[in-house]
């Protein structure tokens, strides 16, 4: 198949794009580079050395004798999009191109625009470009659970079915995603969700979890090949910010009362899903939601879990929650059409801990202390950056 893989510079893109590439799909990659931009912008840098994506290809090529196209460009300008398209005439899209943290996206008035124009019109650009081109390519888009929030009721895959005066019919499931990049998600879906059906376009929304681990079978083959991993306060996902916390004797910082519960998935089970989607497309006209997650856990579970694999000492700590959430709440979540589809989940265990807290001893020597607390505040409309310093921080 040609895969066009749309922010393959990214933690995801890149493993997403050479496990595609290995499997024997035609893969091209896009990205703008502003991700890396952000770190800058920041004043921190991904634990884990990455090279650029130039040079990524060139050794994957090496490596692999697989060739993997790069286009450098920015999706809110439509004329690129175009370009990309006509060059690549590709037969899925998979779109993980967004600004993707919440925090990031909490920060000010600039950052909440930002992210939502960014999100909303890169998305919006492709949808028409693909109705224009082809209708029949696939997109194979990243949302995420959070667009769910946390309803006291079971979250279903997109869609619930619900009776009211006597009618029923299945709608979109009720949306209370809980920061301005989530709500991004959500304008997204729906915006989809009406291309499909004026345009008859097939798309896959894929609702993911907060995923975990750095390392693919695609991304050891040679170090120059790694895939960033981020620990900070704006950017580094829980797990990987308590593996990255424990080996540098930073308390584990749980926001809360640590009941926040989330989806789960293992980095590998994100190129699986992702597969999955593409090797059974939507119908034409067609826009279908799966929950991509495999386990579900509470922060201070997770919390208790690393102290629990790091064989030193581990300090959990209490800090006041950052974000407006609930601390203590229900959550059960379906997801079992990625499952039905044949995926094989790598769950959480003890030794996928370990593996990650390696890769964090391994590259200690580059945390900066200063990125770990959390600095954007949701009860205020303006936070400061405190490892950025300088004006605008
Ligand atoms: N990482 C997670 O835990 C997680 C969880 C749920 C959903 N997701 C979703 O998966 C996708 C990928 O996440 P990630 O963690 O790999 O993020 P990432 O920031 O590492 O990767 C996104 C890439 O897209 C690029 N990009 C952003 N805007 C662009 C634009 N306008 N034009 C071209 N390129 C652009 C960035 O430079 C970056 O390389 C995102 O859409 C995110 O919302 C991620």
Redesign the pocket.
């Known amino acids: 198949m040609r895969i066009l893989v749309?922010?393959?510079?990214?933690?995801?893109?890149w493993p997403t794009a050479l496990h595609l590439s290995r499997r024997g799909h035609e893969v091209a990659v896009?990205?703008?580079?502003?991700?890396?931009q952000y770190d800058f912008e920041m004043g921190v840098d991904s634990l884990v050395p990455i090279a650029h994506l130039q040079h990524r290809v060139r050794v994957w090529e090496e490596v692999s004798g697989l060739r993997v196209e790069a286009f450098v460009?920015?999706?809110?300008d439509h004329t690129f999009v175009e370009r990309v398209l006509d060059a690549t005439a590709p037969e899925a899209v998979v779109?993980?191109?967004?600004?993707?943290s919440a925090p990031y996206s909490m920060i000010d008035r600039a950052h909440a625009t930002y992210t939502q124009v960014?999100n909303v019109v890169?998305t919006l650009n492709l949808l028409y470009a693909i109705a224009e081109r082809d209708p029949q390519i696939h997109l194979v888009k990243?949302?995420?659970?959070?667009e769910y929030g946390t309803p006291n009721i079971d979250i279903e895959e997109g869609f619930i079915e619900i009776t009211h005066k006597g009618r029923t019919d299945v709608l979109p499931y009720p949306k209370q995603p809980g920061s301005f990049y989530h709500l991004s998600?959500v304008h997204d879906s729906h915006n989809i969700q009406f291309a499909c059906r004026i345009w008859g376009l097939r798309a896959t929304d894929l609702n993911?979890?907060?995923?975990y681990g750095q390392e693919t079978d695609e991304t050891t083959m040679h170090a120059d090949l790694a895939t960033?991993f981020d620990y900070d306060g704006v950017?580094g996902?829980v797990l990987n910010r308590f593996c990255v916390q424990a080996v540098v004797g930073h308390p584990l910082t749980v926001y809360g009362q640590g009941g926040q519960t989330r989806g789960m998935l293992d980095i590998r089970d994100t190129l699986a899903c992702v597969e999955l989607a593409l090797l059974h497309p939507a119908a034409e006209g067609e826009f279908r939601v799966f929950n991509q997650f495999t386990e579900s856990f509470s922060v201070a579970q997770m919390a208790d879990m690393v102290a629990e694999a790091y064989p030193g000492e581990v300090r959990i700590e209490h800090v006041e929650d950052p974000r407006v959430e609930k601390e203590e709440h229900y959550y059960r979540a379906a997801h079992t059409k990625l499952l039905d589809l044949g995926l094989v989940p790598h769950l959480l265990e003890p030794a996928t801990i370990k593996g990650l807290l390696d890769v964090a001893d391994r590259h200690r020597g580059r945390v900066d202390p200063a990125a770990i607390a959390p600095t954007v505040q949701w009860r205020k409309t303006a936070s400061r950056l405190t490892t950025a310093g300088g004006p605008g921080a």
């Open positions: 749309l922010g393959g510079d990214g933690y995801l893109g896009v990205d703008n580079f502003v991700r890396r460009g920015d999706l809110t779109h993980f191109a967004e600004q993707r960014n890169g990243l949302g995420t659970m959070g998600k993911q979890g907060v995923v960033r950017f996902t």
